[in-house]
């Protein structure tokens, strides 16, 4: 059976947007931008807010830099969700976007990156990395980038997301 790079790396992301959405099973939305307290103890550890957040600005960045269009990231996401962010426990609810927001941010973008890398040509997927330095010289075609933000990348976050789940008193997804 021959595959396409593409549906190769389209494959495990499809994998991680499955989990993601198992992972969000039973998450209220007044904690979703909230520290873990297990034994009332608060964990600084990334929330689902920041996670999903932080997620969100990667589907729209595959797409452009395949060099296609992308939906629109929202104002704010980049400066409150970039990988310079600090999360930030939000009881009141004012400093991060709603649930819903996210993660229709979240999955509008990783969607339509899996549509297009299951219909990119390879010799596309076989260019040059833009990106400069480290992450060049670990992903030095497009194809390996693409294929570390659609698997390693995701599920690192995705680990926190279980992690913070068992912390918040929640069972596996």
């Not at 659609?150 to 279980?162: A, D, E, K, N």
Request: charged content about 20%; aromatic content about 10%.
């Amino acid at each position: 059976m021959v595959r396409s790079l593409g549906n190769i790396i389209a494959d495990s992301l499809s994998l991680s947007l499955g989990y993601s959405e198992r992972l969000l099973k039973d998450v209220p939305p007044e904690k979703f931008a909230r520290f873990a307290t297990p034994g009332g103890q608060s964990i600084e550890s990334n929330h689902p807010a920041f996670i999903y957040g932080h997620l969100s600005l990667y589907g729209p960045r595959i797409l452009k830099q395949l060099g296609l269009a992308a939906p629109a990231i929202p104002d704010g996401f980049e400066a409150l969700f970039s990988k310079e962010a600090k999360c930030v426990d939000d009881p009141q609810g004012n400093k991060y976007p709603s649930m819903a927001q996210i993660t229709k941010v979240y999955f509008e973008g990783y969607k339509a990156a899996e549509a297009a890398l299951r219909a990119i040509d390879n010799s596309v997927l076989e260019q040059p990395n833009p990106l400069e330095g480290r992450m060049a010289e670990l992903f030095p075609t497009l194809g390996s980038l693409q294929s570390f933000y659609c698997g390693g990348h995701i599920m690192m976050h995705l680990g926190q997301m279980s992690a913070w789940r068992r912390m918040a008193g929640m069972g596996a997804a």
